[in-house]
């Protein structure tokens, strides 16, 4: 019996040790891997532009609580203290319509880019896939239809992640595994002085 708990302890824990050094984003100091990316709203916005610094905060969707109460509290937390020359994007893979109306209903005040073919998560090396039961779940019991506010079929979403772009480069980043951790606002803002 013992060898069997050690076993599975040691199969989860391999496991673990796997998806964490798969999930390690793009690494500071590099070059940011997508030069320009495009708001809900049309603007083009030059992430290696000189002149601002970027957050770039990946959300798994405009249905996901914890990704809610994480952007409305950028908008109450950081957005106050931040200079005009660094900007907030949030980005998912919710379609446009979706994500003009959650930025609309939460009167968020920051840029929110719609990237429903997961283009950017792949490119920032944050891309989740969600196994084929889980969506059914989410859809059959709590009224959440992935492949409706993406518009696409492949199940991906974002883990959550900040990074900070500064003159092209990656500043900053913070990834997490587990859906319900997000980066808390004060390290954003000490990343950000």
């Not at 283009?119 to 969506?135: C, G, S, T, Y």
């Not at 019991?141 to 409706?148: A, M, Q």
Request: hydrophobic share 40%.
């Amino acid at each position: 019996m013992k060898n069997k708990i050690f076993l599975i302890l040691l199969v989860n824990l391999l496991v673990t040790t796997l998806a964490m050094a798969s999930l390690e984003g793009v690494n500071i100091g590099d070059n940011v891997p997508v030069k320009k990316v495009k708001t809900i709203y049309g603007k083009i916005l030059n992430l290696s532009d000189s002149k601002y610094e970027y957050v770039l905060v990946f959300y798994r969707g405009s249905w996901c609580p914890y990704c809610v109460n994480q952007l409305k509290s950028i908008e109450s937390d950081i957005l106050p203290n931040i200079k005009p020359k660094q900007k907030i994007v949030a980005i998912s893979v919710d379609k446009n319509v979706v994500a003009k109306k959650m930025k609309s209903k939460f009167k968020l005040n920051y840029e929110i880019v719609s990237d429903p073919k997961a283009q950017l998560l792949r490119a920032f090396n944050i891309a989740n896939k969600i196994d084929d039961e889980l969506v059914k779940k989410y859809k059959n019991t709590y009224s959440i239809d992935i492949e409706e506010d993406s518009g696409e079929k492949h199940h991906i979403v974002a883990h959550p992640a900040v990074f900070i772009i500064k003159n092209g480069k990656i500043k900053y980043k913070d990834i997490h595994i587990n859906y319900k951790e997000r980066t808390k606002n004060e390290e954003i803002i000490k990343n950000l002085k």
